[in-house]
């Protein structure tokens, strides 16, 4: 979906998000609260710019406007391949856009990602994946890495992937195995705005994401290790 198009159904006509590039950002009302909406667009690749540029505005909210929501638009195809961002640092810069939205949420900010057309690799990582909780609409797209890039690094065989990928979400790309997995909590469809609000008053502080794998059998074996391993501290 256009992002204007998601906004518009989300907070009306002059939302007040803008474009700068493959940059979002905004300042809307909803129910009649502000709430600081931050994002990327155009499958945008994340370098240290959109990385730093998206940090800002968390920083910026959480300076100017304690505890005022945060909502997240997701799409992005990954980090940005190139060797300026390289040699600038974009992991430190994609880790401190982590660390920021982590510090909002310890804050009091609620912070509620949503993947909107796609969300690959490490723009997903450090954007949508550390909020409060991440939503996504029905079409949209989301995977770590295709199979035939995760059989060269895998050293296994693509149809032994594609084989797994069958029965298993871990190997599968497609937003309902993210569900199954508990990376995404829940779909947005129909009433999109009222799904916002539903997310926005019950969304657990917690993170959940464990727990929700293994109860929709998605992700069998990382909250009880988890467990054994804080019962072991």
Known sequence: MDWNTLATRLFGEGHGIAAEGDFLQGTVSFDGTPLTV???????????????????????????????????????????????????????AMAHLGM?????????????????????????????LIADACYALPEAEIRVMRIPAMARVTKLAPELLEALSQSNPVFAPGVANYVAMGGVRALWEGDLAAALREALAHTPTEDRRALDGAERGGRRLAAPVAQRVLDAA
Do not use: W
């Open 38 to 92: 931050v994002g990327t667009t155009n499958h945008a690749p994340i370098g240290v710019k959109v990385a730093l540029a998206q940090a800002r505005v968390v920083l910026d909210t959480m300076a100017q406007h304690p505890g005022r929501p945060i909502l997240l638009l997701i799409d992005t195809q990954g980090q940005q391949l190139r060797r300026r961002d390289e040699l600038l640092g974009i992991n430190r």
């Open 100 to 128: 920021c939205i982590d510090q909002a949420r310890r804050r009091g900010h609620r912070v509620i990602g949503l993947v909107y057309d796609q969300a690959l690799s490490g723009g997903f990582i450090t954007s949508g």
